[in-house]
């Protein structure tokens, strides 16, 4: 029986009453929500957005239609709660300098120059430069900050990342547009700090 008759056999069968068979879903699922959500929220909210999300697949399980993978609305389904979760989350806009360690405030001071070559090895340097995106990314609006996950850290199209978080393609082009810019002038700014701070 393949993927997609099985899936469907399932949800009919919670649709018809056998809500413990919902169980059979969240078993063969758990591990690419689990991924998808690790990639966009941070570790202690992970198992909480986790668990929100199989809830709100559950409610809405009725308007599953079969018109695409199970997976792949399961996977919208991941992308939009994690949306939500961004757009909820109280956060500063700017972080002081003192938030970053040592290792980062070195990075940050050597981006673009010989020294950073010198000072670091290739995989120290990549280190860096992920926890210093993830940073930079946590700043941004919820909104740009999936526009770019989506489009540039999955590799998915303008068009499917429109459909993902239910905005035209327009939107999605002009949130990627704008939030290359802010996380350019994120780590330019902390670049001008280091450097006045050293003066």
Same mark, same amino acid.
């Given at each position: 029986?393949?993927?997609?008759?099985?899936?469907?056999?399932? *949800?009919?069968?919670?649709?018809?009453?056998?809500?413990?068979?919902?169980?059979?879903?969240?078993? @063969?699922?758990? @591990?690419?929500?689990?991924?998808?959500?690790?990639?966009?929220?941070?570790?202690?909210?992970? #198992?909480?957005?986790? =668990?929100?999300?199989?809830?709100?697949?559950?409610?809405?399980?009725?308007?599953?239609?079969?018109?695409?993978?199970?997976?792949?609305?399961?996977?919208?389904?991941?992308? /939009?709660?994690?949306?939500?979760?961004?757009?909820? @989350?109280?956060?500063?806009?700017?972080?002081?300098?003192? =938030?970053?360690?040592?290792?980062?405030?070195?990075?940050?001071?050597?981006?673009?120059?010989?020294?950073?070559? /010198?000072?670091?090895?290739?995989?120290?340097?990549? =280190?860096?430069?992920? #926890? &210093?995106?993830?940073?930079?990314?946590? =700043?941004?609006?919820?909104?740009?900050?999936?526009?770019?996950?989506?489009?540039?850290?999955?590799? /998915?199209?303008?068009?499917?990342?429109?459909?993902?978080?239910? *905005?035209?393609? *327009?939107?999605?082009? &002009? @949130?990627?547009?704008?939030?290359?810019?802010?996380?350019?002038?994120?780590?330019?700014?902390?670049?001008?700090?280091? #450097?006045?701070?050293?003066?």
């Amino acid at each position: 029986m393949a993927d997609a008759e099985e899936d469907m056999l399932i *949800i009919r069968e919670v649709l018809d009453g056998e809500v413990n068979a919902y169980a059979k879903l969240v078993d @063969k699922y758990k @591990k690419l929500v689990y991924s998808r959500v690790q990639k966009h929220v941070s570790g202690d909210m992970v #198992e909480g957005i986790v =668990q929100q999300i199989f809830i709100e697949v559950y409610k809405s399980l009725s308007n599953f239609k079969g018109e695409s993978k199970f997976s792949t609305w399961l996977t919208t389904i991941s992308m /939009r709660c994690c949306y939500d979760y961004y757009k909820k @989350k109280k956060r500063n806009q700017e972080s002081p300098l003192s =938030q970053f360690s040592e290792d980062h405030n070195a990075w940050l001071d050597s981006v673009g120059s010989e020294i950073a070559e /010198r000072s670091f090895s290739q995989a120290e340097q990549q =280190q860096h430069a992920r #926890e &210093v995106l993830a940073w930079a990314m946590d =700043q941004l609006p919820a909104g740009d900050r999936m526009v770019l996950a989506l489009v540039y850290l999955e590799g /998915r199209s303008i068009k499917e990342t429109a459909k993902i978080l239910e *905005i035209s393609s *327009i939107s999605v082009r &002009v @949130k990627s547009h704008r939030g290359r810019a802010k996380l350019k002038d994120l780590i330019t700014n902390q670049l001008q700090r280091l #450097e006045e701070n050293e003066e």
